[in-house]
């Protein structure tokens, strides 16, 4: 039986960086192919063009595929299935499937479409990614543009109930495994600890919030983050059920730019064999929570163990399982570590070679 193809759900108000975080996602692709579903309505097509210029056999103009007839919260079955299904149909589907929202749509609704039976065996939610203006949200606005929110919800004629910003905003952040708060170039640095600490606290209990600006987040960050969201949506479920709207994709006011991921650091940790495969597995994930840790990956030889453990955390959760004989490669246990800039890399080496 085939694997089931990961999806990312990306959503956040108009102008908090959504598209400009997804063409940072495809210039950064690392040959991994992705399909993207746009949420457009209204006359306004900027960020679907925009993606199909991402101009590589890692996203053509034929895996952009938009939805054009309101909010997708509103039109989950007859406009959301039925292109996931079209994507999936293909006689080579996507590496990755990533959906951009509209502005004011709920992720929840969303995710529960991937429970539908036709669905629920081909595809599966890896993560839902909620991105945030932080200088609108630190000001308690919620969007850097409230007249344009406003336009935006005007212009879907399906829409058939308003919600208050604050409310849609808990929404989207019930829903999120990671939330990534955007323009912190705009913020203080005291101004910006301050805002993830809180969105950390209002959270469910696991989720990564991590700070950026214009957009730029590590592919390896952003997906793969295996949280196969449609099968818990404890904690998840909308706060205000009757609620959702919508506005349309961000018109991020940033440039175009070519610099690497500095806010992200990583680094390569070697010890030698391991004995005990659970004991360890605590250990990186106490490793993990003591130094907020974003991924971390690799693999550990096992002593009296042919097979080399293949070791994939995202935050504290740790999978582990044994892939493959080590065969000539040097038996030793080498650890890639992913986290924002400016982690203790001595404490972390020291602690993982304990």
């Not at 479409?113 to 945030?132: H, L």
């Not at 960050?221 to 818990?232: I, P």
């Amino acid at each position: 039986m085939r694997a089931k193809i990961p999806a990312t759900v990306v959503t956040g108000f108009l102008g908090a960086g959504k598209t400009t975080l997804i063409r940072n996602m495809l210039q950064n692709a690392n040959g991994k192919r992705i399909a993207l579903i746009i949420n457009e309505f209204g006359d306004l097509g900027v960020d679907g063009d925009i993606l199909k210029g991402c101009g590589d056999e890692t996203c053509t103009e034929d895996d952009v595929m938009e939805l054009s007839n309101g909010c997708i919260c509103c039109t989950v079955a007859e406009d959301f299935v039925p292109t996931l299904e079209k994507l999936l149909d293909r006689d080579t589907p996507p590496d990755h499937i990533v959906i951009e929202t509209s502005g004011l749509a709920l992720p929840q609704p969303l995710v529960r479409a991937f429970q539908w039976p036709d669905i629920s065996t081909r595809v599966t939610v890896d993560g839902v990614v909620t991105v945030v203006d932080g200088k609108a949200v630190a000001e308690g606005v919620f969007a850097s543009d409230l007249a344009a929110v406003e336009a935006q919800r005007r212009a879907d004629e399906n829409l058939d109930h308003e919600t208050p910003l604050s409310e849609l905003f808990e929404d989207q952040i019930a829903c999120a495994d990671m939330i990534v708060v955007n323009k912190t170039d705009l913020l203080g640095a005291d101004e910006a600890e301050a805002l993830t600490g809180k969105l950390s606290g209002e959270a469910r209990q696991g989720v990564q919030v991590v700070k950026t600006s214009m957009g730029v987040l590590p592919i390896e960050v952003l997906l793969g983050q295996g949280a196969a969201a449609e099968t818990d949506m404890t904690g998840r479920d909308a706060l205000h059920h009757h609620h959702h709207d919508h506005d349309d994709e961000d018109h991020d006011d940033h440039h175009h730019h070519d610099h690497d991921h500095d806010d992200f650091e990583s680094f390569v940790v070697e010890r030698g064999e391991i004995g005990d495969p659970k004991a360890f597995a605590e250990q990186v994930a106490d490793v993990i929570r003591a130094h907020g840790i974003l991924r971390l990956k690799g693999f550990a030889a096992v002593e009296n163990k042919p097979m080399r453990l293949t070791l994939q955390a995202v935050g504290p959760r740790v999978d582990t399982y044994f892939d493959q004989p080590f065969g000539a490669n040097p038996r030793q246990t080498r650890l890639v570590v992913i986290g924002q800039a400016g982690l203790d890399r001595a404490a972390i080496e020291t602690l993982l070679r304990a």
